[in-house]
């Protein structure tokens, strides 16, 4: 079993920055591939980054160049490091853990699910 625990959300204005964390633990391991998701009001739950343990990544057209995602192995954290926020960035963002070592933006691919943060940007 894995926990997943997401924290760094909050309110911020448009323009702004907010850095969101995971903290893994539990049989976690590094070769699987994690990645952020994140639900808007009244919108279904969507992709937004991934990262594998080759440090490859993959991010949605809509945060590109904007989002960064990266780790830290040694504590077992996630980052998502979000720049030029947008009031469509607005909502509860997850952390998740593949079952796979390869890029994915499938939700059925997610093994694990952090109970998510908030993150709310204001005009």
């Known amino acids: 079993q894995v926990q997943l625990v997401e924290s760094g959300g909050g309110l911020v204005q448009a323009g702004g920055s907010l850095r969101l964390s995971c903290d893994a633990s539990g049989r976690t391991h590094v070769s699987y591939t994690m990645a952020w998701f994140r639900q808007g009001p009244g919108k279904e739950r969507e992709f937004v980054a991934a990262l594998t343990w080759r440090r490859n990544t993959d991010y949605a057209d809509s945060v590109k160049g904007r989002f960064t995602i990266s780790r830290d192995a040694a504590n077992n954290t996630v980052y998502l490091e979000m720049n030029s926020l947008q009031l469509e960035d607005t909502g509860t963002y997850y952390c998740?853990?593949?079952?796979?070592?390869?890029?994915?933006?499938?939700?059925?691919?997610?093994?694990?699910w952090g109970q998510g943060t908030q993150v709310t940007v204001s005009s």
């Open positions: 998740a853990q593949s079952r796979s070592s390869i890029l994915t933006r499938r939700q059925s691919d997610v093994r694990y």
